[in-house]
Every structure is written in structure tokens, then in C-alpha cells.
């Protein structure tokens, strides 16, 4: 079975350019999760849907991110503008049910803002 | 505020060794705890999770809960070099999962 699929792989990009970071979640996953991993933070989530809804997007860090799932089979993380402290490895992951059950990564976009 | 705490390490042993990897939570509510391996510039894969007060065994590795105490531990036997890599301990109560920061193990040969 195929597994959490992100794209790119790797980005690099200017300061105040908008990225999009894409994810196809496992199917019949019903849960989604954006994370961000720094060294000094360690994985963040960001936000997580539930059958395409957002449910909690309260750590995304500021209104310049912003998350879509406009269907069971796939989401974008979008930044506009982006700015150097970004730069930061993206996870989308994903998951059937909630709380007790594991989550299943994709294998990231690592994201680098010039 | 939810946290899971680890030591960040490095843990160092031999190969052969059992390692032992540590973990602690502040949420009482958790119910569920998971660990995921992670290699240099590689994606978390989960590795093991339990859910009940005792151990679980799978394979080399084995999972300790005490509740009570709101610890959890990684066993791995017969340590290879291959198990190097970041160690991510992750707590869920009813809601999403709360990391820690990970141990990095490094099997030396």
C-alpha cells in the first residue's frame, strides 16, 4: 500500500515568495496532520483536519500559513509571504481515528527560505 | 501544557547492548503512547505503541508503561548499528499527539 506521499521533496526559495507543500494522505485515513520540525522545537503540529475539515489549526504560527483539504485524497500548506525563519522540515501525516491511534508520516519537504 | 520529555542524549552503546531509552509525560489523561524512529533526514516511523501498565514485546524492542509514575521506556536488545538514529516518544489522550524532542542512540560497532 502506498503511504503518505508529500511534494516537493525539497524546496528553496526567496524571502516573501509563496510556497505550497502538497500531501496525499493514506487512503481511507480519515484524520490529517501538518507538522513542522525544527531542531530547537522538535515536531509542532500545525493543524489537523477530520474528513476534510479543519479541526484545530491553533499552531499555525501566524496568518501568513494557511491549510486546505479540498478532498479526501489530498492537502496543501500554503505560505504568503515566507520569511527565512520558516525554513524547517514539513510533515504531513496521517491517520484512522483519532487520539490513541499512530499517526503514519510522509517523507517530508524540507523547506529552506533564502 | 501537555509535554513528553526525554533526554535528548546522545546514548551510546555498544553493539550487542541493550538500550534503553526513557520518557515521561505530564498529562494524567494520556492513554496512549507510541515510539517512532527516526534516521537522519528521514521521516518518524512508528516503531512500537502500548496502551496498558506493563511491557510489550515486539521482536528486539520492548515497551514499558507506568502509569502511575507517567513513564515510559524503550527497550532495545541486541543493539545493532542500524538502530542508531532519534528516538521520538509521543503521548495521546483523547486528542493529538504530544512529542518529545527525541533521544539519539548511537550503536557503535
Known amino acids: 500500500d502506498a503511504g503518505v506521499i508529500q511534494s516537493p521533496r525539497h524546496e528553496v526559495t526567496e524571502m516573501g515568495q509563496e510556497v505550497t507543500l502538497r500531501c496525499k494522505p493514506i487512503s481511507g485515513h480519515d484524520y490529517l496532520f501538518w507538522y513542522r520540525q525544527t531542531m530547537m522545537r522538535g515536531l509542532e503540529l500545525l493543524i489537523y483536519f477530520n474528513n476534510n475539515v479543519p479541526i484545530d489549526d491553533s499552531g499555525m504560527p501566524e496568518d501568513r500559513f494557511s491549510a486546505k483539504m479540498p478532498n479526501a485524497s489530498f492537502s496543501t500548506l500554503k505560505i504568503q509571504p515566507s520569511e527565512p525563519r520558516d525554513s524547517a522540515v514539513y510533515f504531513c501525516a496521517s491517520s484512522i481515528g483519532f487520539g490513541g491511534q499512530p499517526q503514519h508520516f510522509g517523507d517530508g519537504t524540507r523547506l529552506s527560505i533564502l | 501544557q501537555k509535554e513528553v520529555e526525554q533526554n535528548s542524549g546522545p546514548l551510546s552503546v555498544p553493539e550487542g547492548a541493550i538500550a534503553s531509552l526513557n520518557c515521561t509525560y505530564s498529562?494524567?489523561?494520556?492513554?496512549?503512547f507510541f515510539w517512532y524512529r527516526q534516521y537522519s533526514g528521514k521521516s518518524p516511523e512508528l516503531i512500537m505503541f502500548i496502551y496498558s501498565n506493563g511491557d510489550k514485546e515486539d521482536g528486539r524492542f520492548t515497551a514499558q508503561l507506568n502509569k502511575a509514575s507517567q513513564y515510559v521506556s524503550l527497550l532495545i536488545r541486541d543493539s545493532q548499528p542500524s538502530d542508531s538514529a532519534t528516538y521520538l516518544c509521543?503521548?495521546?489522550?483523547?486528542?493529538?499527539?504530544?512529542f518529545g524532542k527525541g533521544t539519539m542512540l548511537l550503536v557503535s560497532p
Open positions: 509521543a503521548a495521546s489522550g483523547y486528542s493529538t499527539l504530544t
Open positions: 498529562d494524567r489523561g494520556s492513554q496512549s
